[in-house]
Antibody, heavy 121, light 113 residues
Framework: QVQLVQSGAEVMKPGASVKVSCKASGYTFTSYTMHWVRQAPGQRLEWMGW????????KYSQKFQGRVTITRDTSASTAYMELSSLRSEDTAVYYC??????????????WGQGTPVTVSS | DIVMTQSPDSLAVSLGERATINCKSSQSVLYSSNNKNYLAWYQQKPGQPPKLLIY???ARESGVPDRFSGSGSGTDFTLTISSLQAEDVAVYYC?????????FGQGTTVEIK
């Protein structure tokens, strides 16, 4: 069965960077996209970007352009999301989510358990 | 950006009764070349990640009970729970994947009356 297992909770200082991992199993990692979505307390889900796990192409939300980098390690079936120049407004639960297709224009059909990231001085 | 607006923000429904959630997009999410609406619905329970219920506006995900159904096209969509069960208490989100950035509605909380 499809599983996405994310790295653990993080507490970061403002201005720092955080890197969250997402290890996939139960499907062919390189045949699908991996999305990153965050949810701040009491807020709606917010899409950050995706990576085509096969060819490495990426697409980011303009809101995070320049601060977010999504990468993958195909040998480890793991995707990564790095967010830099953290500020308090970045406090949220960060989810990886498997795209149902290869194009990036598909629904997401499986989600990781979420990684809480707290930004506080 | 496409803005997704759900209504109502919350609703309380008696067990066994129908629950209806609406979602309106600020522009059409219907792709004319394949006649597909790029619209999904998710259910999120406290402390859990979202779960896919409906995609392409009306296709039910495998394993999702048939009391959940989706309808609509273009800019107006509806999620219907035909007979509310206790385990359906959750927040429901619509999601457009037609264009970047992909966007979500603000969520609708469904409770038992």
């Amino acid at each position: 069965q499809v599983q996405l297992v994310q790295s653990g909770a993080e507490v970061m200082k403002p201005g720092a960077s955080v890197k969250v991992s997402c290890k996939a199993s139960g499907y062919t990692f390189t045949s699908y996209t991996m999305h990153w979505v965050r949810q701040a307390p009491g807020q709606r889900l917010e899409w950050m970007g995706w990576i085509n796990a096969g060819n490495g192409d990426t697409k980011y939300s303009q809101k995070f352009q320049g601060r977010v980098t999504i990468t993958r390690d195909t040998s480890a079936s793991t995707a990564y999301m790095e967010l830099s120049s953290l500020r308090s407004e970045d406090t949220a639960v960060y989810y990886c989510a498997k795209g149902a297709g290869y194009s990036g224009y598909d629904p997401v059909d499986y989600w990781g358990q979420g990684t809480p990231v707290t930004v506080s001085s | 950006d496409i803005v997704m607006t759900q209504s109502p923000d919350s609703l309380a429904v008696s067990l066994g009764e129908r629950a209806t959630i609406n979602c309106k997009s600020s522009q059409s999410v219907l792709y004319s070349s394949n006649n597909k609406n790029y619209l999904a619905w998710y259910q999120q329970k406290p402390g859990q990640p979202p779960k896919l219920l409906i995609y392409w506006a009306s296709a039910r995900e495998s394993g999702v009970p048939d009391r959940f159904s989706g309808s609509g096209s273009g800019t107006d969509f509806t999620l219907t729970i035909s007979s509310l069960q206790a385990e359906d208490v959750a927040v429901y989100y619509c999601h457009q994947y037609y264009s970047t950035p992909q966007t979500f509605g603000q969520g609708t909380t469904v409770e038992i009356k």
